[in-house]
């Protein structure tokens, strides 16, 4: 489901109709706990209204982690693919990815199943479909800096100031007039406007649940990285994600993403541990697609969010990406661009109490991100069914193979441009 910037611009202009008294005008302070994607974006997409609108916003991204560290300590465990939808999003918002943090272009997906193996080619041309690391790359190989870092310096250069702390408090007031305060170790904060974009393991998290915030249910995802250098990449595995579903019970499927030099490996499910990830990996299916001996730089476990939170704002408050609206098992990374696409529009038009935010946010995000993961749900409700019998697997593999063979537009369009 897609939501342009025309059809937002009509959304709120019509349903507008009186300017809520809550409203970000200049002197305003906004805050934005989290450094990440969500964070970084929301900041740029604030500053360009403040600019175009002529008001002096001062905008404060607070963020704890250093992505130019290598390891997991820099990075966020995502597997770290840009879909060409969200490629061309990111070039008409001026944000030019540069070519080194570029790891591959893909030019299709190979799937495999109980019921058979099928490979996918790219068709359509919207933009190209690139993989990145979201921190400094693993520890045997650091990079020059990731796509995390790549977005908090987009946002300084768009005005937002950056502060390397821990937010430790934060005092919500029981007065929608007062502003709400948040605390470090350099002191506190009053803002007009806290926007939450936190990871959903953050510990500040459990704070926001006294405004009635519910977060996100989750499933984990555990990956690793293996050096098996550019050239083996280039012979054997090529421009290619693989990804695999058995229909095996708590583990919802297998991915393998080249990064020049590099493989992403992983597991999603509520299952998913670092002993079945090595097992995936010493399984025939993956082994014979490995070099002998291969070098394992990085290894983690996270959570995904799989569920939408509720009640994710309140008056002055507003929480996106992974811990408010994201869409179920689909490019974390787009999710966090929509939701602050659309969270800082609604901000600057429509104002930031909550009644605001019922009104001129939440429908965008119902149809956007709310509906839609229903219908995500019930395909891989019907996905697992499948996968896990082996003669209708093999039958859907079938008639994948014939729809591929005949090349549906329609098709093509379903797959990669959703």
Known sequence: MYIDIYYMDNYLSIMAKTKNELMITSGSEIAIIGGGPAGSLFARFACE???KRGIDVNVTIYSN???SDAGPKGCKGCVGVVNERLNEKLKQAHIVMPEEMIMQTIDGYHFTSKGGELYVKKKTKVDDIVTMFRGNGPFCSPLSGGFD???LEHAKKMGARVV???IRNVIFPQNEREKITVENSRGSHQVDLLVGAFGIRSPILKKFQETGYIPPQTTKSCLIEIDCGEAYIEKFIKNTIYIYSFGIHGIDYGIMIPKKRFLTIGIVGKNAN???LHNFISSSLISKMLPENPTICCQCCTRIPVTNAKNPFSDRLLIIGDAGYSRYYKNGLESAFISAQIAARAVFESGISKEAF???Y?????KMFITDNLYGQMLFKLNHIISSHEILSIAHMDIARKDERKGHQHLDDIQWKQ
């Not at 939440?362 to 119902?366: D, F, G, I, R, S």
């Open 49 to 51: 209204y403040a600019s």
């Open 65 to 67: 982690r250093q992505f």
């Open 149 to 151: 870092g790549f977005l």
């Open 164 to 166: 390397q702390e821990t």
């Open 274 to 276: 670092m002993n079945k």
């Open 358 to 360: 019922e009104k001129y």
């Open 362 to 366: 939440y429908p965008l995000c119902k």
